[in-house]
């Protein structure tokens, strides 16, 4: 397997683990100066995108940095996330990455886990630099009834 792919599966591997465990500074750390962060969901009664988040860089910050002032749901997630493909962009350097995400929730009254969330990212991926770094994440979302109560990105 290719080096660079490698890498790039790492990165997103890294994400799912910092979200996981509400580490946004680490998050924000596998992510370029220039990272674009969307959220959406087809609906096929007004057949077309829902957009649900869409933030650059300095509002994704802002959202987790006032995390703590939501009244949210705190019952962990834990993404499970499969890289589907990797198209490589030498020109650019840069990979487009669709990886297939699969989020499940665990209450905090009783423990039992249910699948949350299913879709899939689709990332822009930077390889210009010491290592691939995230440049723009669109996540896909199948599921469109989220509940209430979840501001934590994907």
């Avoid at 996330?81 to 962009?89: E, S």
């Avoid at 896909?140 to 990105?153: F, I, M, N, S």
């Amino acid at each position: 397997m290719n080096a660079d792919r490698i890498a790039i599966e790492e990165l997103i591997y890294q994400t799912c683990t910092a979200l996981d465990q509400n580490d946004y500074s680490e998050f924000l750390g596998l992510c370029n100066e220039h990272f674009e962060y969307k959220v959406s969901a087809f609906s096929p009664e007004i057949k077309k995108d829902m957009t649900w988040l869409d933030h650059d860089r300095a509002e994704i910050e802002e959202l987790f940095n006032t995390l703590p002032k939501h009244n949210s749901d705190r019952a962990p997630l834990t993404r499970n996330a499969v890289v589907y493909r990797v198209d490589f962009d030498s020109g650019k350097k840069q990979a487009n990455v669709v990886t297939a995400l699969q989020i499940f929730k665990t209450n905090l009254n009783g423990g039992a886990t249910q699948v949350f969330a299913v879709g899939k990212y689709y990332d822009t991926v930077s390889l210009d630099g010491q290592g691939p770094t995230l440049v723009k994440r669109h996540v896909k979302l199948d599921t469109r009834d989220l509940g209430w109560g979840y501001h934590v990105p994907f």
